[in-house]
Protein backbone atom coordinates (compact mmCIF):
# COMPACT_ATOMS: atom_id res chain seq x y z
CA UNK A 1 0.00 0.00 0.00
CA UNK A 2 1.13 3.35 -1.15
CA UNK A 3 -0.42 6.89 1.45
CA UNK A 4 -0.25 9.62 -0.72
CA UNK A 5 -0.62 13.46 0.55
CA UNK A 6 -0.75 16.86 -1.03
CA UNK A 7 0.71 19.59 -0.34
CA UNK A 8 1.54 23.06 -1.41
CA UNK A 9 -1.63 24.18 -2.77
CA UNK A 10 -2.95 27.93 -2.12
CA UNK A 11 -3.72 31.44 -3.47
CA UNK A 12 -1.57 32.60 -6.06
CA UNK A 13 -2.37 35.90 -8.38
CA UNK A 14 -2.66 35.07 -12.10
CA UNK A 15 1.03 35.18 -13.61
CA UNK A 16 2.54 33.59 -10.41
CA UNK A 17 3.83 30.45 -9.59
CA UNK A 18 3.09 27.39 -7.29
CA UNK A 19 5.10 24.35 -6.08
CA UNK A 20 2.74 21.36 -5.43
CA UNK A 21 4.42 18.12 -3.48
CA UNK A 22 3.16 14.65 -3.24
CA UNK A 23 4.83 12.64 -0.56
CA UNK A 24 4.66 9.02 -0.38
CA UNK A 25 4.60 6.42 2.43
CA UNK A 26 3.87 3.40 3.60
CA UNK A 27 6.81 2.05 0.66
CA UNK A 28 9.19 2.98 -1.70
CA UNK A 29 7.18 4.23 -4.97
CA UNK A 30 10.80 4.94 -6.67
CA UNK A 31 9.17 2.26 -8.95
CA UNK A 32 5.52 3.22 -9.61
CA UNK A 33 4.54 5.81 -12.62
CA UNK A 34 3.20 9.24 -11.21
CA UNK A 35 0.59 11.01 -12.26
CA UNK A 36 -1.50 14.58 -11.36
CA UNK A 37 -4.69 15.25 -12.31
CA UNK A 38 -7.29 18.29 -11.64
CA UNK A 39 -10.57 18.59 -10.20
CA UNK A 40 -12.30 22.31 -11.48
CA UNK A 41 -15.80 23.52 -9.84
CA UNK A 42 -18.75 21.88 -11.61
CA UNK A 43 -16.44 19.66 -14.26
CA UNK A 44 -14.77 15.81 -14.30
CA UNK A 45 -11.29 15.18 -13.20
CA UNK A 46 -9.08 15.44 -15.65
CA UNK A 47 -4.91 14.65 -16.80
CA UNK A 48 -2.52 17.14 -15.76
CA UNK A 49 0.63 15.96 -15.76
CA UNK A 50 2.58 12.27 -15.79
CA UNK A 51 5.79 10.67 -15.18
CA UNK A 52 7.09 6.89 -16.04
CA UNK A 53 9.09 5.86 -12.76
CA UNK A 54 12.42 5.73 -14.28
CA UNK A 55 11.76 9.41 -14.79
CA UNK A 56 12.89 9.57 -18.60
CA UNK A 57 9.38 10.31 -19.98
CA UNK A 58 6.72 12.75 -19.65
CA UNK A 59 3.38 14.01 -20.80
CA UNK A 60 1.51 16.77 -20.17
CA UNK A 61 -2.03 18.40 -21.13
CA UNK A 62 -2.05 20.22 -23.68
CA UNK A 63 -3.42 23.40 -21.83
CA UNK A 64 -0.55 23.11 -19.45
CA UNK A 65 2.10 21.73 -21.62
CA UNK A 66 5.18 24.58 -21.10
CA UNK A 67 3.95 25.82 -17.82
CA UNK A 68 3.57 22.48 -15.98
CA UNK A 69 6.80 20.26 -15.02
CA UNK A 70 6.56 17.15 -13.38
CA UNK A 71 9.25 15.82 -11.68
CA UNK A 72 10.10 13.34 -8.93
CA UNK A 73 12.96 13.00 -5.62
CA UNK A 74 13.40 9.55 -5.47
CA UNK A 75 15.46 9.78 -2.07
CA UNK A 76 12.72 11.94 -0.44
CA UNK A 77 9.68 9.34 -2.28
CA UNK A 78 7.96 12.62 -3.37
CA UNK A 79 6.75 14.00 -6.86
CA UNK A 80 6.32 17.44 -7.63
CA UNK A 81 4.72 19.83 -10.05
CA UNK A 82 5.71 23.05 -10.66
CA UNK A 83 3.61 25.32 -12.18
CA UNK A 84 4.15 28.73 -13.92
CA UNK A 85 2.26 31.27 -15.40
CA UNK A 86 -0.96 30.37 -13.40
CA UNK A 87 -3.77 31.54 -15.09
CA UNK A 88 -7.13 31.48 -13.07
CA UNK A 89 -8.36 28.52 -15.32
CA UNK A 90 -5.94 26.49 -13.36
CA UNK A 91 -8.20 26.55 -10.35
CA UNK A 92 -8.99 22.99 -8.93
CA UNK A 93 -8.18 20.47 -6.56
CA UNK A 94 -5.09 18.67 -7.75
CA UNK A 95 -4.35 15.29 -7.22
CA UNK A 96 -1.50 12.92 -7.30
CA UNK A 97 -1.48 9.32 -8.05
CA UNK A 98 0.70 6.23 -8.21
CA UNK A 99 0.38 3.45 -9.91
CA UNK A 100 2.63 -0.05 -8.82
CA UNK A 101 4.53 -2.45 -11.22
CA UNK A 102 4.41 0.21 -14.53
CA UNK A 103 7.36 -0.47 -16.78
CA UNK A 104 10.12 1.65 -16.38
CA UNK A 105 8.82 4.14 -20.04
CA UNK A 106 5.18 4.45 -19.46
CA UNK A 107 3.31 7.76 -18.24
CA UNK A 108 0.09 7.36 -17.59
CA UNK A 109 -2.58 10.13 -18.92
CA UNK A 110 -5.74 7.71 -18.09
CA UNK A 111 -6.92 7.84 -14.37
CA UNK A 112 -8.30 4.44 -14.55
CA UNK A 113 -4.79 2.90 -14.57
CA UNK A 114 -3.79 4.50 -11.16
CA UNK A 115 -4.20 2.50 -8.14
CA UNK A 116 -3.25 4.71 -5.21
CA UNK A 117 -4.84 8.39 -5.20
CA UNK A 118 -4.36 11.48 -2.31
CA UNK A 119 -6.63 13.15 -0.70
CA UNK A 120 -5.89 16.45 -3.04
CA UNK A 121 -4.88 19.98 -2.59
CA UNK A 122 -6.57 23.05 -3.49
CA UNK A 123 -5.07 25.99 -6.44
CA UNK A 124 -6.81 29.13 -6.66
CA UNK A 125 -5.68 31.53 -8.85
CA UNK A 126 -7.03 35.08 -8.95
CA UNK A 127 -7.20 36.99 -11.86
Known amino acids: QVHLVESGGGLVQAGGSLRLSCAASGRTFSRDAAGWFRQAPGKEREFVAA????????DYADSVNGRFTISRDVAKNTVYLQMNSLKHEDTAIYYC????????????????????WGQGTQVTVSS
Open 51 to 58: MSWSGADT
Open 97 to 116: AAKGGAPPHTAYSVQRYYDY
